[in-house]
Nanobody
Framework: QVQLVESGGGLVQPGGSLRLSCAAS????????MGWYRQAPGKERELVTT???????NYADSVKGRFTISRDSAKNTLYLQMNTLIPEDTAVYYCNAVLIFSKITYWGQGTQVTVSE
């Protein structure tokens, strides 16, 4: 069983930055594709970015050049650096892990990000 715990959300003004963290309960980065998703009010959950076990990253067009995914294997922690935030980035952000072989999927509880004056 994998547990994912997000932190780092909050209220930020447009143009500001936030860094989200996702602490995993075990050493899973070598065995999983990790990612960040978000869900805005009244909308479906959408992909923000992923990183494979081999380090290949993928970003939604809406966040390319502004968001960066990274991981610290020693700390079992995934990060999402968000720069130049806009109101459209307002959502609950979820950490996600998909195990390579079993395809079992785990989700964190989510952290709220609000971009507003």
């Amino acid at each position: 069983q994998v547990q994912l715990v997000e932190s780092g959300g909050g209220l930020v003004q447009p143009g500001g930055s936030l860094r989200l963290s996702c602490a995993a309960s075990g050493t899973i980065f070598s065995f999983a594709t990790m990612g960040w998703y978000r869900q805005a009010p009244g909308k479906e959950r959408e992909l923000v970015t992923t990183v494979t076990s081999g380090g290949i990253t993928n970003y939604a067009d809406s966040v390319k050049g502004r968001f960066t995914i990274s991981r610290d294997s020693a700390k079992n922690t995934l990060y999402l650096q968000m720069n130049t935030l806009i109101p459209e980035d307002t959502a609950v952000y979820y950490c996600n892990a998909v195990l390579i072989f079993s395809k079992i999927t785990y989700w964190g509880q989510g952290t709220q990000v609000t971009v507003s004056e």
